[in-house]
C-alpha cells in the first residue's frame, strides 16, 4: 500500500514510484485528472498534446460543494496522476483520492505539500489555498507534475521537460511584464469580495484595504455588515474586485457609492479553453482586472 507519507516523500524527493500499475504506465498516453481548472492549465502545458488531462470542476460548480458523477469516478480511477490543491479546500474528494492513492492505480500530488511553495495563512492560521495565483507557485506545481510524468512515462520524458522548459519561460516574460506594469505606480484604495488574491497580490506589491465577506459560502451578520457598510464608506475605495458567484444584494448592502467601479475576476478561470497557454492567460485575466480597477 501506498501510505500518505510514502506519498509525500515519493513528490518531495522527486524519486520515482516504480512498482505496481505506474510502472509502464497506459498505452493510451498519461491521464491526469485535476481538481480545478488553474491546475488543468498547468498540467496542459506539460502534456502539450501528450495523453490526456482534464479537470473534475467546471462551470459554476464550486471547489467546496461538488457531487460527484460515475464518470467523474471513472476517469479518477483510471488516472495516471490525480492533481489537487489539498483535502481542506476539495473536501468532497479528500476520502476518494485518498482510497485511489492507497489503490497504487493513481499518483496523488497534493499541490500545498511541494516543497518550496509560497503559502500565505489567513489571521485563523487557515492556508489560503488559492496558491495557483502565485506564478512561481505555479512553476513548481509544474516542475513536480514534470517528474512524475517522466516517471512514469520515460520515452516521453523529453516532450515533458520540454513543455515545462517552455512553460517557465512563458511565466518569466509574463512576470517580467506585469512588474513593469504594477511597479512605480500611485494605487488606489480597492476592496475585494473576499480574501482570495493574497498571492497575486504579494508578487505584485498591491493590498486591499478591505474583503467583504471572510467566506464566500458564509453570509456576514448584520452587526459586521453595518460595521464594514461604515468602513467603506468612510474609506472611499475606487473599486471592488468581484467574482462570479458574488451575491450581488450583499454587495449593494455594503457598497453604496455608485461611484465605485465593480471588476469581476474569474479566479478559476472557468471561462477559457484548456491549452498549453491557458494558465498564462489566467494570470493576464487577473492582471487585466486589477489594472482596470485601479486605473494603471
Known sequence: MLTRTRMLAVLLSGLCWTQGAWAQGSPTGPAVVATIK????????????????????????????????PNDRLRIEQADVLLWIDPKFEVYLAALFADTAASESSLMVTASAISGLT?????DGELDPHLWLSQGNALLIAQALTEQLACIYPDKAPHFRAGLDQFRS??????????????????????????????????????HSASLVADPDIQPGMREVLELRETISASSPAC???????????VNTMVQ??????ITIDLLGNSLESSANAYRQLIDHVATGFLSCLNI
Do not use: C, W
Not at 517580467?176 to 505584485?204: G, T
Not at 471592488?240 to 444584494?249: G, N, R
Open 38 to 69: 488553474p491546475l488543468q492549465f498547468i498540467a496542459q502545458a506539460i502534456l502539450d498534446g501528450e495523453g490526456s488531462v482534464s479537470a473534475l470542476i467546471e462551470g459554476s460548480d464550486s471547489p467546496h460543494h461538488f457531487n460527484l458523477s
Open 119 to 123: 503559502l500565505h495563512r489567513y489571521p
Open 170 to 207: 512563458g511565466i518569466d516574460k509574463q512576470a517580467q511584464a506585469l512588474q513593469r506594469r504594477f511597479s512605480n505606480q500611485h494605487v488606489a484604495d480597492y476592496l475585494v469580495y473576499h480574501d482570495a488574491y493574497r498571492y497575486f497580490e504579494h508578487d505584485y506589491g498591491l493590498t
Open 240 to 250: 471592488i474586485l468581484l467574482e462570479p458567484d458574488a451575491s450581488p444584494a450583499l
Open 257 to 262: 457609492n455608485d461611484a465605485v467601479k465593480r
